[in-house]
């Protein structure tokens, strides 16, 4: 699940020389909402990442903003895995 990091970066060290970098410089107390959210330089809706994009390294640049986007990742593709709803793709 992702959320609004707490931090304006952080670079997480991973096993086999990949990293995932987490990246908000605007982030503070007053724009602490996700805005946009690019992986990899890539537009990115989803909630979630998984293991699998995880473990490959990634780069993520957060847009943090004073107000919620409520327009960003609400499509059904875009909410995590859940074991009680089947997948919708």
């Known amino acids: 699940m992702l959320g ?8 997480l060290h991973l096993p ?14 007053e724009i602490r909402y996700i805005n946009r959210l690019t992986v990899n330089g890539q537009e990115y809706t989803r909630n ?5 994009e995880l473990v490959q390294g990634a780069t993520l ?3 943090m903003g004073s107000q919620p986007n409520k327009a960003r990742g609400i499509g059904i593709e875009d909410a995590p895995f859940s074991m009680s709803k089947p997948p919708q793709r």
């Open 48 to 52: 979630w990442l998984s293991h699998r």
């Open 61 to 63: 640049e957060f847009e």
């Open 4 to 11: 609004a990091p707490l931090f304006p970066k952080a670079t």
């Open 16 to 29: 086999g020389g990949h990293d995932v970098v987490l990246s908000a410089p605007a982030n503070n107390a």
